[in-house]
């Protein structure tokens, strides 16, 4: 289903609204959204002018980062206001992938698994990756000890998910299905030359991330929105 594109801050139209921007956070949402063939709106936020800083923004997340997603009723009422991108991917699987086709019901053995590999992705591999682009690519002074300290452990991150998907052995990071785990991993490691990461030691994790990037629907999903105009966040 096509993304409709909004502008406005105070009111939101009916149904599933994204406020989002290319970077990684804000692809797993929508990679998701688009393997659900959901229809939705997106807000498009401009994280370099700060529009998450915003009062408004802060309203719906007082974190002020990307993305949330808003579920609106059909008088304009905000349903819910999700932040934090594993939440988000939960609360989607939870209304609307009903047949478990994108993650594991509570009661198959995969469940905590799954989640396992969500958290280690928001604990680990987030935080460590934006440190390592913040100080490769932001921050006025270069600093080469953070700089080595943000590379070594996103390399180390890096080779336990290259050990998981050897372990499970069947192309996903859990079970035999695409999954949370990937989506919520995927945006990241697929941002390694962006953050000067060489996939030449993780063989099959960049297998993995070939085998994912090649889907038609992550090539929609990684432009959502368009990240023309953003050259900073480009490979
Ligand atoms: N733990 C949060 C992290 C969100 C995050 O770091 N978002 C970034 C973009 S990928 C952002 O909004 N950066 C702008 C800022 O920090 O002000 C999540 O998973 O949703």
């Given at each position: 289903?096509?993304?409709?594109?909004?502008?406005?801050?105070?009111?939101?139209?009916?149904?599933?609204?994204?406020?989002?921007s290319?970077?990684?956070?804000?692809?797993?949402?929508?990679?998701?959204?688009?393997?659900l063939?959901?229809?939705?709106?997106?807000?498009?936020?401009?994280?370099?002018?700060?529009?998450?800083?915003?009062?408004?923004?802060?309203?719906?997340?007082?974190?002020?980062?990307?993305?949330?997603?808003l579920?609106?009723?059909?008088?304009?009422e905000?349903?819910?206001?999700?932040?934090?991108?594993?939440?988000?991917l939960?609360?989607?699987a939870?209304?609307?992938?009903?047949?478990?086709?994108?993650?594991?019901?509570?009661?198959?053995?995969?469940?905590?698994?799954?989640?396992?590999?969500?958290?280690?992705?928001?604990?680990?591999?987030?935080?460590?990756?934006?440190?390592?682009?913040?100080?490769?690519?932001?921050c006025?002074?270069n600093?080469?000890?953070?700089?080595?300290?943000?590379?070594?452990?996103?390399n180390?991150?890096?080779?336990?998910?290259?050990?998981q998907?050897?372990?499970?052995?069947?192309?996903?990071?859990?079970?035999?299905?695409?999954?949370?785990?990937?989506?919520?991993?995927?945006?990241?490691?697929?941002r390694?030359?962006?953050s000067?990461?060489?996939?030449?030691?993780?063989?099959?994790?960049?297998?993995?991330?070939?085998?994912?990037?090649?889907?038609?629907?992550?090539?929609?999903?990684?432009?959502?929105?368009?990240?023309?105009a953003?050259?900073?966040?480009?490979?």
């Amino acid at each position: 289903m096509p993304a409709t594109y909004i502008k406005e801050t105070s009111k939101f139209p009916e149904g599933l609204t994204l406020l989002s921007s290319p970077t990684p956070n804000g692809h797993k949402i929508s990679l998701f959204l688009e393997f659900l063939r959901l229809s939705y709106h997106v807000k498009r936020i401009d994280v370099f002018a700060n529009e998450q800083k915003q009062d408004w923004f802060l309203k719906l997340n007082p974190n002020g980062k990307i993305p949330v997603l808003l579920n609106v009723g059909k008088d304009g009422e905000i349903i819910d206001a999700v932040f934090e991108s594993a939440a988000i991917l939960i609360y989607l699987a939870d209304k609307f992938d009903k047949d478990f086709k994108y993650h594991y019901a509570a009661s198959d053995p995969h469940y905590y698994e799954e989640l396992v590999w969500i958290f280690f992705q928001m604990a680990n591999l987030g935080p460590n990756q934006t440190n390592l682009l913040y100080f490769l690519r932001l921050c006025p002074e270069n600093i080469p000890y953070c700089i080595v300290r943000y590379t070594d452990e996103v390399n180390r991150v890096y080779n336990v998910l290259e050990g998981q998907l050897k372990k499970n052995g069947t192309g996903y990071l859990v079970g035999n299905k695409l999954t949370l785990a990937d989506f919520t991993t995927w945006p990241w490691v697929n941002r390694h030359k962006f953050s000067k990461i060489s996939m030449e030691k993780f063989p099959v994790l960049e297998q993995w991330r070939e085998n994912i990037a090649q889907l038609e629907i992550t090539k929609i999903a990684t432009n959502i929105p368009p990240s023309e105009a953003w050259g900073i966040i480009e490979d």
